[in-house]
């Protein structure tokens, strides 16, 4: 799968150091509640079969994406292995 223009890789362990700024990527409440929906999908997929997503999210710098595992999704942020969190806020999209 290509990754999508404008958005650099990084490692999961380097979302840890991180700062994310509390404004939302997404503006339309439908495309929050698809993203949310996703998540859970994602979150559901991982947990079962370890199955790894590209999580397409923006930190304070510039857009990023992350190949990894969602273990779990809170009504504010998802959770990745070792306690790494991204605010759902931050979030753009999912490739599943």
Do not use: C
Request: aromatic share 8%; net charge positive.
């Amino acid at each position: 799968m290509p990754m999508e223009r404008g958005f650099e890789l990084v490692e999961k362990e380097d979302v840890a150091g991180l700062n994310f700024p509390a404004e939302h990527v997404l503006s339309k409440e439908k495309d929050v509640k698809a993203l949310k929906a996703e998540l859970e999908r994602a979150n559901t997929l991982g947990n079962l079969e370890y199955y790894k997503v590209k999580i397409y999210f923006e930190d304070d710098k510039k857009k990023r994406v992350v190949h990894t595992t969602i273990w779990a999704v809170t009504e504010q942020a998802i959770l990745l292995k070792k306690n790494v969190v991204i605010p759902i806020r931050r979030i753009h999209k999912l490739e599943i």
